[in-house]
């Protein structure tokens, strides 16, 4: 496929997308500190059902401004961030968070590590920036038990693929999810 936008991406099929991840672009933390991306599960249609249910299929993903660590020349070895909860809606419908703008639910705490041990996915996915959502402040409804592998789809620094994969016992399920820049990080 050519040129990649957010909206094919949101329209892109699972075999598309897996494709797109295991020969994307790593993003540089510096592409994503101190901004926030729009976000659009895609899923199969079952599962895209219960995430409408749940008010799961569209949210905004957030990467502090503040690195958690940095390396001997003070630049960036790891991030942090959230998502923040988002109405029901298209994508092309508004990105507004909930219960409010003023006050937004944040949820799914994760560390954004480019580099380094990614458990049983080490040597996996390489090409991609690893958030793991494995901390203390999550639960089992915050993701506690999901992987992401991040990379762009190609030469757009604005764009995003991800690869979400939820563990829970022996089981593992892969689903996919598109970001876009939408604004500097400021909640």
């Known amino acids: ?9 949101c329209h ?13 672009r790593k993003p540089s933390l510096e ?30 993903k957030c990467f502090l401004k503040e690195p958690t660590a940095t390396d001997d020349d003070g630049q960036p070895t790891e991030l942090a961030g959230y998502n923040l909860k988002v109405t029901r809606g298209g994508t092309g419908d508004p990105w507004t968070t909930k219960p409010s703008e003023e006050k937004p639910l944040k949820i799914g705490k994760y560390r954004v590590l480019p580099d380094g041990d990614r458990g049983k996915y080490t040597g996996k996915y390489d090409n991609a920036v690893f958030l793991d959502y494995d901390v203390p402040d999550n639960n089992l409804f915050d993701g506690r038990t999901i992987k992401d592998f991040i990379v762009h789809p190609d030469d757009n620094d604005d764009l995003i693929v991800g690869k979400a994969i939820f563990h829970l016992g022996p089981i593992s399920t892969p689903s996919f999810f598109i970001l876009e820049r939408y604004q500097e990080h400021n909640r």
Do not use: C, S
């Open 1 to 9: 496929m050519g040129k990649w936008t957010y909206d094919k991406l």
């Open 31 to 60: 592409t994503l500190q101190g901004y926030e991306w729009r976000g659009y599960n895609v899923l199969p249609p079952h599962a895209y059902a219960v995430m409408w249910l749940l008010e799961n299929t569209r949210f905004i």
């Open 12 to 24: 892109a099929k699972g075999k598309e997308l897996d494709q797109v991840v295991q020969n994307g």
